[in-house]
């Protein structure tokens, strides 16, 4: 499985982005998927996960109730809808997925990774 992430940019404070990823090969529908961020000289930190099918999410603490993860199976695709930013939101956002169909927080259990997209929120 490849992953593509895109839909990063610059944006003002308060403001809202889409980073989608779109998946090739097979076994996507069956992988679970998170989404991370990494800031300049910080360490790669988990944002939100998606069970498989959909149903079940998580999110880190400083995300909740302002990003949405989603997932659509038949398009191979996965979503952040990104709203509320603030400028500590500011990071490369990657897209990652594993072989199991539950969520982990653990960027150690996704084996597949996208390139990575960058937000830049402005304040």
């Known amino acids: 499985v490849q992953l593509q992430a895109y839909g990063g940019g610059l944006v003002q404070a308060g403001g809202f982005l889409k980073l989608s990823c779109l998946a090739s090969?097979?076994?996507?529908?069956?992988?679970?998927l998170a989404w991370f961020r990494q800031a300049p000289g910080k360490e790669r930190e988990f944002v939100a996960a998606?069970?498989?099918?959909?149903?079940?999410?998580v999110y880190v603490d400083s995300v909740k109730d302002r990003f949405t993860i989603a997932r659509d199976n038949t398009k191979n695709s996965g979503y952040l809808q990104m709203n509320s930013l603030k400028p500590e939101d500011t990071a490369v956002y990657f897209c990652?997925?594993?072989?199991?169909?539950?969520?982990?927080?653990?960027?150690?259990?996704?084996?597949?990774w996208g390139q990575g997209t960058l937000v830049t929120v402005s304040s």
């Open positions: 990652a997925a594993r072989t199991l169909p539950l969520p982990s927080r653990d960027p150690k259990a996704y084996v597949y």
């Open positions: 998606i069970t498989a099918t959909g149903v079940s999410t």
């Open positions: 090969g097979r076994g996507f529908r069956t992988y679970g």
